[in-house]
């Protein structure tokens, strides 16, 4: 029996959603309400008959290898983790735990950037106030860390790890003249990467990927670290901060390149600078 659906690329097929929901954000807010309710009444929808798939499958023996056989397949994957159908790993249940607690450290000044789990210890970055000896500092320290323990028991303890210059936008006190001659080469204008999914840009023999994260971008090398497989339609996660690769669904931490699947795999991070609209990059 031969299936009457057309053969249609999954790539493209993602690419035209992300392209419709682009469009709906522009809308007036009458309309885009309405776009968004329908949007997530026929996410719910399909919810249901996915979960009952899914709940069908685990009760059979065979049900359970073709459920490991299909996760295996990117367009899958993205769909079932769309739905909250997988069970996110404890580097991305964190990630998501710290998305919280960020807006009330932020209104204080401070920031705080996952880096790792291992085992029952969570490593964490901490940024502006809540560096240094303060007592505002040490109070958000320990929001951080009554935050993790709290709602993931698997967590014990929390580790500070002393900060370093990240990938991301760098400060001016770490630039010198943005040319070519420097290093640095001209990329994309900020406005035309589309929000909330990967972009490529090549130059000079080398593949970049820019990834917009809740007003911040990141460059990385476009390069899988499993296979060195390009990742510019990967699944980019801006709740959880994950980048997930397509090909075989490695997951990264989008803002440090920190892999979540194996913790020595990695992403190679280029500097990144935003000057009068435009993305400067210095491939490394």
Known sequence: MTSDLPDQNLDLLAQRVDQLIHEIDHLEEGPRNKALELKKAIEAFH????????????????????????????????????HGLIRADVNTLAARVLEGVRPYMRSHGGDVELVKVEGDTAFVKLHGACEGCSLSAVTLRESVEETLTTQLPQIQRVEVVPNAPLNGMIGLDEITLLDENTGWIEGPR???????????????????????????????????????????????????????????????????????????????????????????????
């Not at 073709?66 to 769309?82: I, K």
């Not at 497989?229 to 980019?236: C, D, K, R």
Request: glycine share 10%; with cysteine.
């Open 190 to 284: 900020a406005a035309d990467v589309p929000p909330g999914r990967p972009t490529r840009f090549d130059k000079d023999g080398v593949s970049i990927l820019i990834l917009p994260l809740n007003g911040q971008f990141f460059a990385y090398r476009n390069a899988c670290a499993h296979q060195g497989l390009p990742l510019e339609n990967g699944l980019l996660d801006t709740t959880a901060g994950t980048l997930t690769c397509p090909w075989h669904g490695y997951s990264y931490d989008a803002m440090t390149g920190h892999g979540f699947t194996t913790s020595q795999s990695h992403l190679d991070p280029f500097p990144l600078r935003l000057e009068n609209g435009t993305l400067w990059i210095r491939p490394v």
């Open 47 to 82: 919810k249901v008959g996915l979960t009952k798939i899914v709940q069908r499958l685990k009760l059979d023996p065979r049900g359970k290898e073709l459920l490991f056989e299909l996760v295996d397949e990117p367009g899958v994957f993205a769909l079932f983790s769309m």
